[in-house]
């Protein structure tokens, strides 16, 4: 189940080379996680009120292509269970003209309690089930 957001380059975040500066792809990144856990009811508000955080433990990034300036793109989420405490956002960033791939990510998180322990909550646990093999 793969979720999809299309978003447009904006002009402040590109270089002076005219192309995406390579730190803005996490933030495309991010937001596209956010937007993923909010459409599977996912609130992040009340997991912090009930001090469960959810946190990146590792971030993989390879550039493959890079934006420029009004190129629109889009990102797929997939979300993955890797193991009883972790999971992971296999993302993809492609320009929508051509379809062509600019970024492969892979984002590995978990959430942690109170005391800073990782646990998987039932909420991420709903969106991530652990798969038997």
Not at 88 to 96: L, N, S, V
């Amino acid at each position: 189940m793969s979720f999809r957001i299309d978003l447009k380059v904006r002009d402040y975040e590109c270089d002076l080379q005219g192309i995406v500066n390579n730190g803005v792809y996490f933030n495309y990144l991010e937001h596209a996680r956010h937007e993923f856990l909010h459409a599977n009811q996912i609130d992040f508000a009340k997991l912090a009120a009930d001090k469960i955080n959810l946190v990146v433990i590792r971030s993989e990034i390879d550039f493959k292509a890079s934006l420029m300036p009004g190129d629109e793109f889009y990102i797929l989420v997939t979300p993955k269970r890797t193991s009883k405490l972790k999971f992971a956002f296999e993302q993809q960033i492609y320009r929508t003209r051509d379809d062509k791939l600019v970024v492969s990510a892979v984002i590995i998180g978990t959430s942690v309690n109170e005391r800073g322990r990782p646990f998987v909550s039932a909420e991420i646990d709903q969106v991530f089930p652990l798969q038997i093999e």
